[in-house]
């Protein structure tokens, strides 16, 4: 099993760039979640879905931020317009659900590091 | 408010010793509590699960405890190695009916040889 695929694993644009981040969630996983890392916040969810419909994004930051899951296999995080304090590791993890939030092993991707200039 | 709290210092051992780890939480009622171990430009990794009427759980080398009245859990490493230097973080679930895991913000371990 390849895991969790993220890409791209490093970007770096400039202020006001739109930025898409994508994510290929474990084959067979039915939840899939966003988070976001700093040194200053550690981890945060920032939106999670569950057979590809989105159900809290009550951590996303702000109306820059939006995400889509057309598909079982494909998501992605979309900043538009960036801004230097969304500079950040952002991580796509996946699981499948079986029960409550705390049975569900997560399993994560290798995490996108976004420099916003 | 909700809030989970690690220690933010490193925690530096020798080799072959004991690490353990806390992890208190305030305004929780979590169900489970799950730690995860990251190392440096990774993602977070799966170690272990403990539910609230467990009072222990083990693997391996490692063993967790989950106290609810405390509103504690300790991680603990034995004989440590070298290799289990990384930064570890616990989640709960928030025990209420949304499907949320919130993370501490970890605490790294080195391990001197």
């Known amino acids: 099993d390849a895991g969790v695929i993220q890409s791209p694993r490093h970007e770096v644009t400039e202020m006001g760039q739109e930025v898409t981040l994508r994510c290929k969630p474990i084959?067979?996983?039915?939840?899939l979640f966003w988070y976001r890392q700093t040194m200053m916040r550690g981890l945060e969810l920032l939106i999670y879905?569950?057979?590809?419909?989105?159900?809290?994004d009550s951590g996303m930051p702000e109306d820059r931020f939006s995400a889509k899951m057309p598909n079982a296999s494909f998501s992605t995080l979309k900043i538009q317009p960036s801004e230097p304090r969304d500079s950040a590791v952002y991580f796509c993890?996946?699981?499948?659900?079986?029960?409550?939030?705390?049975?569900?092993?997560?399993?994560f991707g290798p995490g996108t590091r976004l420099t916003v200039l | 408010s909700q809030k989970i709290e690690q220690n933010s210092e490193a925690l530096n051992i020798q080799e072959g010793k004991t690490a353990t780890l806390t992890c208190n939480y305030t305004?929780?009622?979590?169900?489970?509590l799950q730690w995860y171990r990251q190392d440096p430009g990774r993602g977070p990794v799966f170690l272990l699960l403990i539910r609230e009427n467990e009072k222990e759980k083990r693997k391996e080398r490692l063993k967790v405890t989950f106290d609810t009245t405390l509103k504690q859990s300790l991680f603990h490493i034995t004989a440590s190695q070298p290799a289990d230097s990384a930064t570890y973080l616990c989640?709960?679930?928030?025990?209420?009916?949304?499907?949320?895991?919130?993370f501490g913000s970890g605490t790294r371990l080195l391990v001197r040889p």
């Open positions: 989640a709960l679930d928030r025990g209420d009916s949304s499907y949320k895991l919130i």
């Open positions: 305004n929780y009622s979590p169900a489970y």
């Open positions: 084959s067979g996983h039915n939840s």
């Open positions: 879905f569950n057979n590809n419909v989105p159900i809290d």
């Open positions: 993890a996946s699981s499948r659900r079986s029960g409550g939030a705390g049975t569900d092993t997560q399993y």
